[in-house]
């Protein structure tokens, strides 16, 4: 079992789980193989991409940021919580990138492991919800202005 602390808080994570922060792409297949388990009956995987429009402009590009010991924590507390709902659950598996990322490419990968389908869906749902409204993972869009210059915002994602 996993053991790490954020200021006073301390979170175990289950020896099952994996949680990563990393610039590199993320892998369908490698969030999927981590998920996998005998005793699954279905594995749910989200899968989070750059999309070419925000609020009406074309998006060129996006760059992620992250407070990653403490969006790992998060990533930590989530499992936990998914844990607590939804006993069953076998696996959790949370992948974020950071750094740029064309359009297209895939920005956060969860997988969800259990017997059942509808509390993976339901654990799943969870975990992307939940790490949208809590880790402190932000990014900037690069987008075309009205007038057709290049623009840029930062957004808080997560």
Known sequence: MLVSSFGSQSISAHSNDQFVITIAPLS?????KQADDAANG?????????RDNSEGFSVLHL??????PMAIQV???????????WSDVT???????????????????IA??????KEAFEACQYAIDTLKHRAPIWKKEFYYG?????????????
């Open 63 to 68: 760059e992620y940021q992250a407070y990653e």
């Open 146 to 158: 009205k007038s057709g210059e290049v623009c840029s915002s930062w957004v808080k994602c997560c």
């Open 91 to 109: 696996h959790v598996v949370i992948h974020h990138r950071i750094g740029r990322l064309e359009i297209g490419e895939i920005s956060v990968l």
């Open 28 to 32: 369908i297949d490698e969030v999927y």
């Open 75 to 85: 990533f930590k507390q989530i499992a936990a919580e998914i844990r607590q709902t």
């Open 112 to 117: 969800v492991g259990c017997p059942h389908r």
């Open 42 to 50: 279905a594995i749910v995987l989200m899968s989070g991409m750059v």
